[in-house]
């Protein structure tokens, strides 16, 4: 495992995994939420060259930002996540739910973090168009207009959370409101979109599931 990545990242990665295993509240959520963030688009791994680069994306001001409630049926908040989403099993993307998300949003966007993968804060998941009307979305299954984006593996998919026996990974799973839609297409890159992020976020929201093959 190369070293380089992790470079500036071992005291933000102890905090994520501290209160991933014990989900903040308020204002802790938006600072976890960004934290995350950083660490998936900045400096610390995933797909596009964000392991390389050194520039760091400034949210907008937290009291400006609302708190969206994301749960799981499939997973207790810090949980461990079920066998059929993961490699050990089907590798099917899981269930999520929402709540809050606020007036004016236009589009939702997802994106599934692994804090303790080969490159810290591997981007597993990305999901662009998703309608804010939606409460959610089904086990293996994307509403019509949705769009995947390229994960840290460079593939457009949920492959299912995977990793060496016995290491624990931490898997953040973060909902952002925006005010208008980012165009995405099929296959796109996670990293462009950190400047958008910054300009258009309304609400943000997310839940933690914890993953060990064994």
């Given amino acids: ?15 994520l995994r ?6 903040p509240l308020a204002g802790g959520l ?10 998936a688009l900045a400096g ?20 400006t930002l609302g708190t969206i409630a994301v749960s799981s049926p499939a997973f207790q908040p810090g949980g461990a996540m079920p066998r059929r989403y993961t490699c050990d099993g089907a590798g099917v993307s899981p269930p999520l739910r929402w709540l809050g998300v606020p007036a004016g949003s236009v589009e939702l966007l997802l994106l599934a973090i692994d804090l ?21 979305i089904a086990a293996g299954r994307l509403p019509a207009g949705a769009v995947v984006g390229r994960n840290s593996a460079g593939e457009a998919r949920w492959g299912g959370i995977c ?44 839940t933690v599931a914890t993953y060990e093959r064994r």
């Fill in 163 to 206: 990793g060496a026996s016995g290491r624990l990974h931490h898997v953040a799973f973060l909902l952002y409101a925006l005010n208008r839609r980012l165009g995405l297409k099929a296959g796109f890159d996670v990293v462009t979109v950190r400047g958008d992020l910054k300009d258009t976020t309304l609400a943000r929201g997310l």
């Fill in 1 to 15: 495992m190369s070293s380089s990545p992790r470079s500036s990242c071992p005291p933000r990665l102890a905090d």
């Fill in 18 to 23: 501290r209160w991933s295993s014990r989900p």
């Fill in 44 to 63: 610390c791994g995933g797909s596009g060259g964000a392991g390389t680069s050194t520039k760091r994306s400034t949210p907008p001001p937290r009291s």
């Fill in 116 to 136: 303790d993968g080969r490159h810290t804060g591997a981007v597993q998941w990305a999901v662009a168009g998703l309608p804010p009307s939606s409460p959610g």
């Fill in 30 to 39: 938006a600072l976890l939420g960004t934290l995350i963030l950083t660490l």
